[in-house]
């Protein structure tokens, strides 16, 4: 793994500052970009780790606080380690700022984010890839769909609600999206059944999308996220392979 250096950095958007966090190769040379959206949980030591990961593989990354217009990161107070006894009181607070990020509001951010990139001179010229999490995995999807000519590669793991049938689903921008993808579904995820997986793979294979969807078999809703009960290492070290082989084939 390369050394990297990260840094806090902020985003001007349409409304207001994106507090984010910026990791790359320390050697300075401009990387091929990546966007990381964050789960529900949000900006925190968790996902910058894992961005140093990703930057240590050489990329450039990243992670803005998608959750900016209620403060900067951490939007509500988190333990160090979120187990199951936490997550009610965590969600009850956290409920609704995730539904105030409305698609449009988080597509007119997604244009603040790959701007800030084309103008980072860590970045290098070109389009970008996208990973999100959970919640994030919609972001991504639904950014791909709205920034074609931006998005080179989209990837989603354990993401939730990707495929409903209200008439905002991120599924619905497939038609749009001219970028590989891939998919890492949890096997045991409430929020994205069976029903919704076939609904997404049956609209990208209309749509013609460059894609490819897993089952992850027992892993659960958030398996990457090592400071949560639901981290599963296995899983995980499965969806670096899957992320990595993306990136090296579409960049």
Not at 31 to 56: I, S, T
């Amino acid at each position: 793994m390369t050394a990297v250096q990260g840094t806090a950095v902020d985003v001007p958007t349409d409304e207001g500052t994106a507090d984010a966090y910026l990791t790359h190769p320390a050697d300075g040379n401009p990387r091929p970009a990546v966007l990381l959206y964050m789960d529900a949980f949000g900006l925190r030591p968790q996902l910058r780790n894992m961005a140093d990961r990703l930057a240590g593989a050489g990329y450039t990354v990243l992670v803005p606080n998608v959750f900016h217009r209620h403060g900067r990161a951490p939007v509500v107070e988190l333990p160090e380690f979120i187990d199951p006894g936490a997550r009610p009181d965590i969600f009850q607070r956290l409920g609704p700022i995730m539904r105030s990020l409305t698609p449009d509001r988080a597509m007119r951010d997604a244009g603040a984010y790959l701007r800030w990139l084309a103008d980072c001179p860590a970045a290098a010229d070109g389009p970008v890839a996208l990973t999100g999490y959970c919640m994030g995995a919609g972001l991504a999807l639904r950014t791909a769909g709205t920034y074609p000519d931006r998005v080179a590669a989209a990837a989603g793991f354990h993401g939730g609600n990707l495929a409903t049938e209200g008439p905002q689903s991120p599924h619905l921008v497939a038609g749009g999206i001219t970028a590989e993808l891939y998919f890492g579904h949890a096997d045991h995820d409430g929020s994205m059944p069976p029903q919704q997986q076939e609904r997404l793979a049956a609209a990208l294979t209309a749509a013609g999308v460059r894609h490819r969807c897993e089952v992850y078999g027992d892993a659960p809703h958030g398996y990457t996220q090592a400071d949560t009960a639901a981290y599963d290492p296995e899983a995980t070290e499965r969806h670096w392979a899957a992320l990595l082989d993306l990136l090296k084939r579409t960049f």
